[in-house]
């Protein structure tokens, strides 16, 4: 992939993070959202035994509260505590159950429309909005 191509995927990441933002307000006023983010996790393939499945779970969930403007290195900071670990063993519990189940789940590759494995911080954000999204559902 050339850098072209990387830097229209990572474009199309945050465009479709923009019109998922503009709907945030209005989600939020809306009905419940589902009980767990493992519910998004699920749907875009990720295994309750990756390593990060329950830190990724708790990064939404940290994320939602910070009303999706935070960044990454307090949230994992904020796992840790709860988990009594490093932030590093977080990042890195969660960025290879990102990159697990995005190299084995053709769903995941298809939903982000890009062929390049998505940061910790994107695949938050994208599950964030998905979650507030299914509130619609």
């Known amino acids: 992939m050339t850098e072209l191509e990387s830097c229209v995927c990572s474009i199309r990441t945050v465009l479709r993070s923009l019109e998922k ?7 939020r006023q809306g009905a419940g959202r589902p009980a767990l983010p493992e ?3 699920k749907k875009y393939g990720f295994r309750r035994g990756n390593c990060g499945f329950n830190f990724l779970c708790k990064a939404v969930e940290l994320y939602e509260e910070q009303n999706g403007k935070t960044r990454t290195c307090s949230i994992y900071q904020k796992v840790a505590k709860e988990y009594d670990t490093t932030p590093q063993r977080v990042e890195r519990g969660i960025r290879t159950c990102v990159e697990s189940t995005f190299d084995r789940s053709q769903h995941l590759q298809q ?3 890009c062929a390049d494995k998505p940061t910790n911080s994107e695949m938050i954000a994208t599950l964030y909005y998905d979650w507030l999204s299914m509130s619609r559902k």
């Open 39 to 41: 519910d998004v996790l």
């Open 111 to 113: 939903q982000l429309g």
């Open 21 to 27: 933002l503009a709907d945030t307000e209005a989600l």
